[in-house]
């Protein structure tokens, strides 16, 4: 059972030791709604994820942070046919952009419930696809890792909050 913490004042952020617990319920609750699937997200780390398509989205404001969700080709195929209601082999040519999506709705979803709402941007979500790639960012990064699992298959979400 995920702890979740008690909603704060309309004013206040979410302290940062939060934060882990809210990502968690927030990646949960989307996808829930987006694809009546129910992920799970378990404590440790210890599911292999081929890393095929990245998706990032970008937070800017009084959090500067980036979030990122990894998986394989055929997760994001899978994402994108429950997102879109088609079968999965029409669904190949949308995955980048609804991967691009569900960053864009989990990181707009998590900033509000941290507190953060309408005082943080989000970017224009960038998704990469490929084997053989590495993403690097310049500065000292806090950063809140979270396995799930969509219809069996590994999935990881990223938080890389700026110090």
Same mark, same amino acid.
């Given at each position: 059972?995920?702890?979740? +913490?008690?909603?704060? +004042?309309?004013?206040? @952020? /979410? %302290?940062?030791?939060?934060?882990?617990?809210?990502?968690?319920?927030?990646? @949960? $609750? @989307? !996808?829930?709604?987006? !694809?009546?699937?129910?992920? #799970?997200? +378990?404590?440790?780390?210890?599911?292999?994820? #081929?890393? $095929?398509?990245?998706?990032?989205?970008?937070?800017?404001?009084?959090?500067?942070?980036?979030?990122?969700?990894?998986?394989?080709?055929?997760?994001?195929?899978?994402?994108?046919?429950?997102?879109?209601?088609? +079968?999965?082999?029409?669904?190949?040519?949308?995955?980048?952009? /609804?991967?691009?999506?569900?960053?864009?709705?989990?990181?707009?979803? !998590?900033?509000?419930?941290?507190?953060?709402?309408?005082?943080?941007?989000?970017?224009? %979500?960038?998704? #990469?696809?490929?084997?053989?790639?590495?993403?690097?960012?310049?500065?000292?990064?806090?950063?809140?890792?979270?396995?799930?699992? !969509?219809?069996? $298959?590994?999935?990881?979400?990223?938080?890389?909050?700026?110090?």
């Amino acid at each position: 059972m995920i702890a979740i +913490p008690k909603a704060q +004042p309309a004013d206040a @952020v /979410a %302290p940062q030791g939060d934060w882990s617990a809210i990502l968690r319920n927030t990646i @949960v $609750e @989307v !996808f829930l709604m987006m !694809f009546g699937v129910a992920v #799970l997200t +378990p404590e440790t780390g210890d599911h292999m994820v #081929l890393s $095929e398509v990245t998706g990032m989205v970008g937070i800017a404001g009084p959090l500067s942070a980036t979030l990122s969700l990894r998986c394989g080709l055929g997760s994001a195929t899978r994402i994108a046919a429950e997102m879109l209601g088609i +079968p999965s082999d029409q669904a190949d040519s949308q995955k980048c952009d /609804a991967i691009g999506e569900v960053c864009n709705i989990v990181a707009g979803s !998590f900033k509000e419930k941290i507190g953060l709402g309408d005082r943080c941007m989000l970017s224009v %979500p960038t998704v #990469l696809t490929g084997k053989d790639y590495q993403i690097r960012s310049r500065g000292v990064y806090v950063r809140l890792e979270l396995p799930a699992l !969509f219809e069996n $298959e590994p999935i990881w979400f990223a938080l890389h909050i700026r110090q």
